[in-house]
């Protein structure tokens, strides 16, 4: 009777353990994924999604370039719209976008065949790749239109979606360098805009404004904005 009772003790003592244990780490785990999120939303860590892409454990191949840059300095058909060029009927998932920052240049391809160019200025530290949040740079790479609306002040937005899994890699490397401090964060929300309200002077002048975005004239977005969507490929050169 007495052997019973002590093996009786020692297996809920055992599983008293268990369920301390077993409570200890649902809430470590649950602190853990609080505080990932947590850097998340601050810009300090990518999604847990893109964990994979960062740490090369799916590929670390770099996306090759999508267009061929044009030869001249030139703007073309400026002086035509693009639905005059292309007509109505057209696949919009063939239109893509270069963006040539040392040209100040933004061309629509369609079928990789370049059809119209715009002028443009960009962030107001627009020499080199973003790096971080505050840097003002325009980044560079290939991106994908996330989504587009109405802009109150800037005509038009359309968001691209920096950082990817390669701003993300190179943002890191800059930390381990000592480029950035690690408290830096990455930033977000870039896109193609317009200007402020009678001032199509910032893109004559070439006067680089923006926090990192790329502006155009508001004819020259409202343009673009109507064959453009989400996936649309936007490919941004130094």
């Known amino acids: 009777m007495l052997l019973s009772i002590i093996f009786l003790a020692i297996i809920v003592t055992r599983s008293a353990k268990r369920k301390k244990l077993g409570?200890?780490?649902?809430?470590?785990?649950?602190?853990?994924?609080?505080?990932?999120?947590?850097?998340?939303?601050?810009g300090l860590l990518m999604p847990l999604s893109e964990l994979p892409s960062?740490?090369?454990?799916?590929?670390?191949?770099?996306?090759?370039?999508?267009?061929?840059?044009?030869?001249?300095?030139?703007?073309?058909?400026?002086r035509r719209s693009l639905l005059e060029i292309l007509?109505?009927?057209?696949a919009r998932d063939r239109?893509?976008?270069?963006?040539?920052?040392?040209?100040?240049r933004l061309t629509v391809f369609y079928d990789l065949q370049p059809v119209k160019s715009y002028p443009i200025v960009l962030g107001t530290n627009p020499i080199g790749d973003k790096l971080a949040e505050g840097d003002r740079k325009t980044p560079e790479g290939i991106y994908r239109i996330r989504s587009l609306y109405p802009h109150p002040n800037w005509s038009k937005?359309?968001?691209?979606?920096?950082?990817?899994?390669?701003?993300?890699r190179e943002h890191f490397q800059a930390k381990l360098t000592g480029k950035l401090n690690w408290l830096s964060t990455i930033g977000?929300?870039?896109?193609i805009h317009g200007v402020p309200s009678q001032k199509d002077s910032l893109i004559n002048e070439r006067s680089n404004w923006t926090w990192g975005c790329?502006?155009?004239?508001?004819?020259?977005?409202?343009?673009?904005?109507?064959?453009?969507?989400?996936?649309?490929?936007?490919?941004?050169?130094?």
């Open 23 to 42: 409570l200890a780490f649902t809430i470590l785990t649950i602190a853990v994924t609080v505080f990932y999120v947590l850097l998340t939303r601050l």
């Open 54 to 78: 960062v740490l090369c454990l799916n590929s670390c191949t770099s996306e090759k370039p999508v267009h061929s840059s044009l030869d001249d300095e030139e703007l073309l058909n400026d």
């Open 87 to 90: 007509g109505e009927n057209i």
């Open 95 to 104: 239109i893509s976008i270069l963006v040539e920052k040392s040209k100040y």
């Open 157 to 168: 937005f359309i968001w691209l979606d920096y950082p990817t899994s390669q701003s993300w």
């Open 188 to 191: 977000g929300e870039i896109g």
């Open 214 to 238: 790329i502006s155009l004239k508001n004819r020259d977005v409202d343009d673009i904005y109507q064959f453009v969507g989400d996936g649309t490929v936007v490919e941004i050169l130094p």
